[in-house]
């Protein structure tokens, strides 16, 4: 996995630094270590997940050891402990209220966690914040809270009144934006609905990213564009036939090929235009032993759990596709997508250590916790890797804004500005593994 540095400081600047909200295990916080920022703050409520982050450290995992790790609530955090200016406050709020598993509460739910998030960024004022949550936000039924949270994260410093309803907040939000003589804090916000798949995540998880810059912040920035997609998996399986003789795949062994109306339509492809193809489950567990409940020497969090089974709803995630979606499941049993489906029919459950490569997280970082833990921690995650896709992208629009606001002061001549931007573009930040190999990031 390439790893992104920061920008050298130029002119007095700091490094890019950054607090993580709802950290979980820390996919986004490795996300965005990995594209340059330096955490001031973790903050998690969870003893488990933060156990999680404290052993890789304890374990000299390098990307973790400069964390400072807050256990307890955001809500409860001392904001005017953290000096300097921060760059960047990312974070997935509980998605609880708003998931296709929950009981889809929204403002109802004490787990909401917007309104916290919301007050943090009031109170540090980053240039740029990362917002990540469930598709589910997005349903029809939370349509308004949907537009209020936009609203909050776009005019942050703008609270609630003391018993003030969330709806009566909301449209008070909308005069404001509306208004002319609109003052205070302001964010210019992108929210954008992604599938991880198209980043190389391999597993189809649909998640919404709002992502914002400060209006002072000239950034310009659009979210990443997709660098994987189904058309070019399906051309390496049925056209080319190159993913089976990668993978020694005999033909007696494979699924059942497509329609002949899409091998038609696939074969009128030009390979040479497609991106790269989506990961699937065997491309993701490449190298890997088959598990057993003695666990594994070589591989952390490799051990069997038995019991898989099949029943209408609960039928795994085929190994020549990207798994279904991870899920935390409920009392800690996670549901049919965290079992692999073999060709023969075959079923079992993925070891923590195979969810963590379907999450991409490194092989060297370790989950904390039984089986059923460590995978609520995974099922919560976001992928290591579409977060270091996006976090790279702000951090690169940031230092173009910056850049550009030194030209404009007077302060870099146009010829070193041409020199900086002209080198820095998104082909840049191609953060994902281009080949199909075991493992993402295991050298990490």
Request: include cysteine; hydrophobic fraction near 35%; charge should be negative.
């Amino acid at each position: 996995m390439t790893m992104v540095q920061a920008m050298p400081a130029r002119d007095g600047e700091s490094e890019l630094r950054s607090v993580e909200l709802f950290a979980g295990a820390g996919g986004l916080a490795l996300g965005c270590e990995m594209a340059g920022f330096h955490s001031a703050a973790v903050v998690e409520w969870d003893k488990w997940a933060c156990d999680t982050v404290r052993e890789n450290q304890s374990d000299g995992y390098p990307l973790v050891q400069g964390w400072r790790v807050h256990e307890g609530d955001v809500r409860a955090f001392d904001w005017d402990s953290i000096e300097g200016r921060i760059d960047l406050v990312s974070g997935g709020p509980p998605c609880q209220p708003f998931s296709m598993g929950g009981k889809h509460q929204a403002h109802d739910d004490q787990r909401d966690m917007f309104p916290a998030a919301t007050e943090v960024i009031s109170r540090l004022t980053p240039r740029a914040f990362i917002i990540e949550n469930v598709k589910g936000l997005t349903r029809s039924s939370f349509a308004n809270y949907f537009s209020y949270i936009q609203l909050r994260l776009t005019m942050p410093d703008h609270r609630a009144h003391a018993d003030e309803s969330w709806f009566d907040h909301f449209m008070r939000l909308q005069a404001e934006s509306t208004s002319t003589h609109g003052v205070g804090l302001r964010y210019n916000l992108v929210p954008t609905l992604v599938n991880a798949a198209n980043y190389g995540v391999p597993q189809q998880r649909h998640r919404i990213f709002m992502v914002g810059f400060r209006s002072d912040i000239d950034a310009e920035w659009s979210f990443p564009a997709p660098t994987h997609s189904k058309d070019a998996l399906l051309y390496t399986q049925w056209v080319s036939g190159e993913y089976w003789e990668r993978h020694k795949v005999a033909k007696r062994h494979r699924p059942d090929a497509p329609a002949d109306s899409t091998l038609g339509r696939l074969r009128d492809l030009d390979p040479a235009v497609l991106p790269m193809p989506w990961r699937t489950v065997r491309d993701a567990l490449a190298g890997l032993p088959e598990p057993t409940v003695n666990g594994s020497r070589r591989y952390k969090n490799h051990s069997l759990q038995p019991g898989a089974r099949q029943y209408p709803g609960h039928t795994g995630s085929p190994e020549d596709q990207p798994a279904k979606t991870l899920k935390a499941g409920g009392h800690g049993v996670p549901g049919g997508e965290n079992m692999v489906l073999r060709n023969d029919g075959t079923v079992r459950y993925f070891t923590v250590r195979e969810s963590a490569r379907l999450q991409t997280f490194p092989d060297a970082y370790e989950l904390h916790g039984a089986w059923g833990e460590a995978m609520r921690q995974l099922g919560n995650a976001v992928p290591v890797v579409l977060a270091q896709k996006v976090a790279g992208s702000v951090a690169l629009h940031l230092e173009v804004s910056r850049v550009r606001a030194a030209v404009n002061a007077g302060m870099v001549d146009k010829a070193d500005r041409r020199r900086t931007v002209g080198s820095m573009d998104d082909d840049h930040l191609d953060l994902t593994d281009s080949s199909p190999t075991p493992g993402v990031g295991a050298s990490l």
